[in-house]
């Protein structure tokens, strides 16, 4: 099992600019998250996905949009990409009906707006 | 609003000496318990959870929970080197209602020197 891959690895975007960060899963898990990881902080989860078709916003999810079509995949999406935006973004999953201490976390994409 | 606070450190500590690690967390809905270890540049790894008071070991780590004083520690024995890392301290819900979310803190810097 390849667990949580994330694809960028690295990105320059300019402001106004958009992106998709991908993130895919091999171990069927139903619940999946986007998290961002700021210097020096810890993780804040911007959405999460319960289910394919069912997904609900986090503490942070202005600037983001998600989509999830399959269970393995969990796309997020920049629209109007902000300096602030600037970020290292973690996808994770669990598998929902073994408990929080299944979560995985992908390898993450660092993003840099300027 | 969930909170998780940590001491941000750094925590320098000899090689071979007991690290510990503190944290706490707002909110009494909270009812699992999670430290990850994250390496510069890397996601975060799962290390230990805890679900009930008390304490609970695996190998030299030692997590423990404090309901009622809304605390969390993990003690690390013989610390070594590669111990050093950032330490994360999160905070998940209440069974299904919570969907996995988890409430990180800040995270502490350790630093096990020779």
Redesign the interface.
Known sequence: NAGVTQTPKFRILKIGQSMTLQCTQDMNHNYMYWYRQDPGMGLKLIYYSVGAGITDKGEVPNGYNVSRSTTEDFPLRLELAAPSQTSVYFCASIDGGAGEETQYFGPGTRLLVL | QKE?E?N?GPLSVPEGAIASLNCTYSDRGSQ?F?WYRQYSG?????IM?IYSNGDKEDGRFTAQLNKASQYVSLLIRDSQPSDSATY?C?A?GAGGTS?????????TILTVHP
């Open positions: 998780v940590q941000s699992s999670f890397k996601s975060p790894e799962l959870f994360l999160a998940g969907y996995g979310k988890l409430t990180f803190g800040q995270g």
